[in-house]
């Protein structure tokens, strides 16, 4: 069974800093590349930031790129997303994800609001 639970998110005023976490225990963390998600209200999900298995790649939406940092800790079985200067418009709720075996895999959630 892959498990997933997020934290970290809050209320910040804009120009701030989150650091969001995910941990995952309950399956081989270690070989899968991890995903970051966000919805925000009235919209679909839409992808974040990715980072490949050993950490040594990353990928991020254009609208984040400059801002967040997603990392990991195999050892820890835990992913990162290191969010500064943050605008209103990243308002949402964030999400962890995997895909294993051809299943998409989700953590519930942690809720991140950007506002003054």
């Known amino acids: 069974q892959v498990q997933l639970v997020e934290s970290g998110g809050g209320l910040v005023q804009p120009g701030g800093s989150l650091r969001l976490s995910c941990v995952a225990p309950?399956?081989?963390?270690?070989?899968?590349?991890m995903n970051w998600y966000r919805q925000a209200p009235g919209t679909e999900r839409e992808l974040v930031a990715s980072i490949w298995s050993t950490g040594s790649r990353t990928n991020y939406a254009d609208s984040v790129k400059g801002r967040f940092t997603i990392s990991r800790d195999n050892a820890e079985n835990t992913v990162y997303l290191q969010m500064n200067s943050l605008k209103p418009e990243d308002t949402g709720v964030y999400y962890c994800?995997?895909?294993?075996?051809?299943?998409?895999?989700w953590g519930q959630g942690t809720q991140v609001t950007v506002s003054s």
């Open positions: 994800n995997t895909v294993v075996s051809g299943n998409g895999y």
């Open positions: 309950g399956f081989t963390f270690r070989l899968y590349p």
